[in-house]
């Protein structure tokens, strides 16, 4: 393993191709006269109907051709018809696709550090074997049959909500890691961070229950909990007379793969005592616990 040195900020973003702008553009151009003509359509057929809970969920028909729009639209195309680019760069925006291209074309893998911008280049074996390693330490190895299944079981959530023509399956994606170079004997001693973008759509209404419940928690027990760094200062600033207090400080290893199911159970039976939490919210919130890492197409 060795640093990748740039020698200027990962934040500077390169030029990107004609083809890539040109997609953008039309992309967020359909995006906004969708938007544009259910406004309109809502404005012109009010309902007297308590709207249903979507939990953020857009719709996925396709909004009706509204007649006031047309020549608006027409002018909006023409507009993006219309875009001519010209010869633009400088040295950094050269330095930087010349990085990038080296970059795909290495064999090594690029890992991130995890609370700092280093970059760190990683031969494959290397790579593959920390993220088993990592993975295997607290996940057993699943199936394709395993991930059917709980996409099954999230469709008749998402039936009973009224929701299923809104929810997509589970997305699938490439887990990764990032190295915490922060922690001592970092590089002898490699301590990772693992992260799944594989995501269930559920976890948007399990979050909205979950935020509920928590609200209601800490109006009746009392108990602080922050959201933000913010509330945190808050809270520490209105302390009087601090020097008579001492922090007691916690350093939890192993956060997300401690909650387990019966931690879980025990965490909702406990909250029970305070607000009311109906079967249909537990089981959502237990569906959504149900988590897949996905390394190199095989599912742990």
Same mark, same amino acid.
């Given at each position: +393993?060795?640093?990748?040195?740039?020698?200027?900020?990962?934040? $500077?973003?390169?030029?990107?191709?004609? =083809?890539?702008?040109?997609?953008?553009?039309?992309? @967020?151009?359909?995006?906004?006269?969708? /938007? +544009?003509?259910?406004?309109?359509?809502?404005? @012109?057929?009010?309902?007297? %109907?308590?709207?249903?809970?979507?939990?953020? *969920?857009?719709?996925?028909?396709?909004?009706?051709? +509204?007649?006031?729009?047309?020549?608006?639209?027409?002018?909006?195309?023409?507009?993006? /018809?219309?875009?001519?680019?010209?010869?633009?760069?400088?040295?950094?925006?050269?330095?930087?696709?010349?990085?990038?291209? !080296?970059?795909?074309?290495?064999?090594?893998?690029?890992?991130?550090?995890?609370?700092?911008?280093?970059?760190?280049?990683?031969?494959?074996?290397?790579?593959?074997?920390?993220?088993?390693? %990592?993975?295997?330490?607290?996940? %057993?190895?699943?199936? /394709?049959?395993?991930?059917?299944?709980?996409?099954?079981?999230?469709?008749?959530?998402?039936?009973?909500?009224?929701?299923?023509?809104?929810?997509?399956?589970?997305?699938?994606?490439?887990?990764?890691?990032?190295?915490?170079?922060?922690?001592?004997?970092?590089?002898?001693?490699?301590?990772? /961070?693992?992260?799944?973008?594989?995501?269930?759509?559920?976890?948007?209404?399990?979050? =909205?229950?979950?935020?509920?419940?928590?609200?209601?928690?800490?109006?009746? !027990?009392?108990?602080?909990?922050? %959201?933000? !760094?913010?509330?945190?200062?808050?809270?520490?600033?209105?302390?009087?007379?601090?020097?008579? *207090?001492?922090?007691?400080?916690?350093?939890?290893?192993?956060?997300?793969?401690?909650?387990?199911?019966?931690?879980?159970?025990?965490?909702?039976?406990?909250?029970? $005592?305070?607000?009311?939490?109906? @079967?249909?919210?537990?089981?959502?919130?237990?569906?959504?616990?149900?988590?897949?890492?996905?390394?190199?197409?095989?599912?742990?």
């Amino acid at each position: +393993m060795e640093e990748l040195n740039l020698n200027y900020n990962e934040k $500077n973003i390169g030029l990107h191709s004609k =083809h890539l702008i040109k997609r953008t553009l039309v992309s @967020r151009t359909e995006d906004l006269v969708r /938007r +544009m003509r259910w406004k309109l359509w809502h404005i @012109r057929n009010p309902s007297n %109907k308590d709207p249903k809970e979507t939990f953020g *969920f857009r719709t996925t028909d396709s909004p009706p051709v +509204m007649v006031e729009l047309e020549d608006f639209e027409k002018d909006l195309w023409n507009l993006v /018809r219309q875009v001519k680019f010209k010869p633009a760069g400088n040295d950094l925006t050269s330095k930087i696709r010349e990085d990038l291209n !080296t970059l795909k074309n290495s064999s090594k893998i690029i890992v991130k550090g995890d609370k700092s911008r280093k970059l760190n280049q990683v031969n494959k074996d290397s790579y593959v074997k920390d993220m088993t390693d %990592k993975i295997t330490s607290n996940y %057993k190895k699943g199936n /394709r049959a395993q991930v059917e299944k709980v996409n099954q079981e999230a469709a008749i959530i998402a039936k009973k909500l009224d929701l299923d023509d809104r929810i997509d399956a589970l997305q699938e994606g490439e887990s990764f890691i990032s190295y915490k170079d922060h922690k001592p004997h970092f590089p002898a001693r490699k301590e990772m /961070r693992l992260l799944n973008p594989s995501k269930t759509n559920m976890g948007a209404i399990s979050k =909205h229950f979950l935020d509920k419940i928590n609200v209601n928690l800490r109006q009746k !027990t009392g108990l602080n909990q922050w %959201k933000s !760094t913010n509330d945190c200062i808050k809270w520490f600033e209105s302390i009087p007379n601090k020097r008579d *207090f001492k922090f007691c400080k916690l350093d939890i290893q192993q956060f997300y793969p401690c909650i387990g199911q019966n931690l879980l159970k025990d965490s909702i039976a406990w909250a029970r $005592n305070y607000v009311q939490i109906s @079967r249909e919210e537990e089981d959502i919130i237990m569906h959504c616990r149900k988590s897949f890492y996905s390394l190199m197409g095989t599912f742990l």
